[in-house]
């Protein structure tokens, strides 16, 4: 089959360091290169891939400093996508809601996989009046809010075998893994650590509207506990198999509705929990 993928523009794919969808794309995509089919990547122009890349933008939106606005992009990237859209067989989609009207006027077949969460308001109206478009969720309870809409299956976010190290003996610290936001609860991550007297590694990134929260909530208790929290910034590749395989648990103690978390799948793959 003649495929496109089409990856937001906010990391490369895989990312460097933090991001979720970015990294399952490059899995996904990698994967069905490899069992023949014709691939094509819409994505930032840093990505590596198997498939045929069609860059979007120069480099990751998140990480160019002179990226001050991420509409432009992602707009140039669906007019990269509906010109090509004629040579092929599907066009999966990962970039939430944003092509939506252009995808219900043209006539290749579409699937859009939901990779974050949908309890939002917000959102509610919107896939009402788009209720046709295909969609695939990546864990069952993910739908729940939206259960009207066009669900065509659940496909759980899944990880190369040999991607991450088994290791048995647990580690002598805690690990925190992801974003200091605070649905994410870094704030409770120090706490657990703190009451269990076990030494904690933060391996979390600030995005530029969360920095306020950061200094006003993370900063003090960062200075507060420094003798048992260390930040070690983000992780990834090779790196990220070291921290978790290294650790004695995860820490997540997130507060939202956590759709299918990939943190998870790839702590249990290093044996922690």
């Excluded at 490369?12 to 069905?32: H, Q």
């Excluded at 590749?237 to 509705?257: I, M, S």
Aim: proline residues 9%.
């Amino acid at each position: 089959m003649r495929i496109a993928q089409i990856a937001p523009l906010y990391e490369s794919v895989p990312p460097r360091g933090y991001g979720g969808t970015e990294r399952v794309v490059a899995w996904l995509t990698d994967e069905l290169v490899r069992r023949g089919h014709e691939v094509t990547l819409f994505a930032s122009g840093d990505s590596r891939t198997q498939a045929r890349l069609i860059p979007a933008c120069r480099q990751a939106l998140w990480q160019d400093p002179e990226c001050r606005d991420t509409i432009p992009h992602h707009t140039r990237l669906l007019e990269l996508v509906f010109q090509n859209a004629p040579h092929f067989d599907v066009l999966h989609f990962h970039t939430d809601y944003l092509h939506f009207p252009l995808a219900r006027r043209q006539p290749v077949p579409n699937v859009t996989t939901q990779h974050g969460r949908l309890d939002l308001p917000d959102l509610w109206p919107l896939f009402a009046d788009f209720h046709e478009i295909p969609l695939v969720s990546v864990s069952d309870s993910q739908r729940i809010p939206l259960p009207e809409s066009n669900w065509q299956g659940t496909v759980h976010h899944g990880l190369p075998r040999d991607l991450h190290t088994f290791s048995a003996a647990p580690g002598e610290y805690l690990a925190f893994l992801g974003r200091f936001s605070p649905e994410k609860r870094p704030d409770r991550a120090i706490e657990i650590a703190s009451r269990t007297g076990l030494p904690l590694r933060m391996a979390a990134r600030v995005f530029d509207e969360e920095r306020a929260y950061y200094e006003r909530e993370i900063e003090p208790l960062l200075r507060d506990h420094a003798a048992m929290v260390e930040q070690v910034g983000e992780v990834g590749g090779a790196a990220k198999n070291a921290f978790l395989g290294g650790a004695r648990a995860l820490l997540f103690p997130v507060d939202w509705p956590e759709p299918f978390g990939l943190v998870m799948i790839e702590a249990l793959a290093c044996a922690r929990r």
